[in-house]
């Protein structure tokens, strides 16, 4: 019954249109008077206590990194060296935005901003070249979403906080499958633009490569600076944020000079809004967190999940095709946030590490932003190249398919992830 409530009061406020951050505080209310715990000072206390959290201080200045990324001219910069590096080759504006991508991922964490900047300067010379345009738009958004799986990620410092897992270690271990996802969407690329007459660009030559890479080496030194950081504990997860964001800032208005104070001013205010949404969703979900663990119902998922329980394998298989269901009608931030104090006791029951369930899970609510209905970042891509939403549901899907491909290929093969992760953290 008491399952029922949470999810019933949850989908039901949902259903209504109500917003998400507020539906979990009806959630949070309805279990409260199951229980008979209904009390409005523990209610606001519990809100309180959500966003009170040192780690989560990275949100913002990843977002903010990210703001200053795309409007201070480093994504323009990396666009341009990926360009002179593969844009050649047949297919090549595609190969260029899966490079960009990779490499901005390491910069600022957000797909969403990373998929608005590549589809900002991408895609419209994709179409421009003759590219089929709901399939490059498919392609950009797929390349964008990893973003949350390459550190530094977002996604992993809220699954970290809600999760208690080590953010550092969660940023160590999505190295390999972020990677990993990239080279998966190049061979679907590769597959997919052979069969496209389209003249690629000419090749660029070993002086404009040299100046490319010059131009961008500023912005690839951030990236350098956080993980060597993370691994040698110069400082912690929360802190590189601050010094990404630090950074971000005295390159673009010092270096690059591409952001005044009209520029910096809207930045803050971008970072601010996008950071105060985030927050609000956690300190709401914090209640029915409490409430999770107040009621039990870790105990009784574990009890539903019994015969997997033996075969961790097949329980994670059970998982993910879980949050896949859910990715399709709910954003990233709020699935992380619902989902995990429900998980995360079975996953401990069952002996699996916490760490590597962190990757899978965060890489699952990532490609979650590009299935339909919702789709986060496909919303973005309509957006930026104006273009019909069935049009880029369309195009990414076998982009969609070759992630999940990924995902479970690393669910059968643990391995993959968790022995780079041990080395790396070595």
Same mark, same amino acid.
């Given at each position: 019954m008491t399952v029922f409530i949470f999810l019933g009061s949850l989908l039901g406020a949902m259903a209504l249109g109500i917003p998400i951050a507020y539906a979990l505080l009806v959630c949070g209310v309805a279990l409260m008077w199951h229980l008979d715990l209904f009390d409005a000072q523990i209610l606001a206390q519990n809100v309180i206590n959500g966003a009170d959290s040192f780690p989560l201080l990275a949100v913002p200045f990843f977002m903010l990194a990210g703001e200053i990324m795309n409007v201070g001219g480093l994504s323009r910069r990396i666009v341009k060296l990926a360009m002179t590096l593969v844009g050649h080759v047949r297919g090549g504006l595609g190969y260029v935005a899966i490079l960009a991508a990779v490499m901005m991922a390491a910069l600022s964490g957000s797909a969403v901003a990373d998929t608005a900047a590549l589809a900002a300067l991408l895609l419209p010379m994709m179409a421009a070249a003759g590219h089929d345009k709901a399939r490059a738009g498919g392609l950009i958004a797929s390349a964008g979403i990893i973003a949350p799986i390459i550190p530094p990620s977002i996604g992993f410092v809220i699954f970290g906080v809600a999760a208690n897992v080590s953010i550092g270690k969660l940023f160590l271990a999505g190295i390999v499958p972020g990677l990993l996802m990239g080279l998966?969407?190049?061979?679907?690329?590769?597959?997919?633009?052979?069969?496209?007459?389209?003249?690629?660009?000419?090749?660029?030559?070993?002086?404009?490569?040299?100046?490319?890479?010059?131009?961008?080496?500023?912005?690839?030194?951030?990236?350098?600076?956080?993980?060597?950081? $993370?691994?040698?504990?110069?400082?912690? %997860? !929360?802190?590189?944020? *601050?010094?990404?964001?630090?950074?971000?800032?005295? &390159?673009? =208005?010092?270096?690059?000079?591409?952001?005044?104070?009209?520029?910096?001013?809207?930045?803050?205010i971008a970072a601010a809004r996008t950071t105060a949404v985030i927050m609000f969703l956690v300190a709401a979900a914090m209640v029915s967190a409490w409430l999770i663990t107040v009621a039990d119902i870790p105990s009784q998922m574990i009890g539903l $999940?019994?015969?997997?329980?033996?075969? %961790? !394998?097949?329980?994670? *298989?059970?998982?993910?095709?879980?949050?896949?269901? &859910?990715? =399709?009608?709910?954003?990233?931030?709020?699935?992380?946030?619902?989902?995990?104090?429900?998980?995360?006791?079975?996953?401990?029951?069952?002996?699996?590490?916490?760490?590597?369930?962190?990757?899978?899970?965060?890489?699952?609510?990532?490609?979650?932003?590009?299935?339909?209905?919702?789709?986060?970042?496909?919303?973005?891509?309509?957006?930026?190249?104006?273009?019909?939403?069935?049009? *880029?549901?369309?195009?990414?899907?076998?982009?969609? &398919?070759?992630?999940?491909?990924?995902?479970?290929?690393?669910?059968?093969?643990?391995?993959?992830?968790?022995?780079?992760?041990?080395?790396?953290?070595?």
């Open positions: 998966a969407i190049a061979i679907t690329w590769w597959w997919c633009a052979r069969r496209e007459n389209v003249s690629p660009p000419p090749k660029a030559s070993s002086a404009e490569r040299l100046q490319a890479l010059r131009d961008s080496t500023w912005a690839l030194v951030l990236p350098v600076i956080v993980l060597v950081g $993370l691994k040698f504990g110069v400082f912690t %997860p !929360t802190e590189a944020a *601050v010094v990404a964001a630090v950074y971000a800032l005295f &390159v673009s =208005t010092v270096v690059y000079r591409e952001m005044g104070w009209k520029e910096t001013r809207e930045v803050f $999940l019994q015969p997997f329980m033996d075969s %961790p !394998t097949l329980l994670l *298989v059970a998982i993910m095709l879980l949050v896949m269901a &859910v990715g =399709t009608a709910m954003d990233m931030t709020p699935t992380i946030l619902i989902m995990t104090p429900v998980l995360m006791p079975v996953v401990k029951a069952a002996g699996i590490d916490p760490v590597y369930f962190g990757v899978l899970f965060i890489m699952n609510n990532a490609i979650g932003l590009i299935t339909p209905p919702v789709g986060t970042v496909l919303n973005v891509v309509a957006g930026v190249g104006k273009m019909k939403m069935d049009a *880029v549901t369309r195009g990414v899907l076998p982009f969609m &398919v070759a992630q999940f491909t990924v995902m479970f290929l690393l669910v059968a093969f643990p391995s993959i992830v968790t022995v780079p992760a041990r080395w790396l953290a070595s």
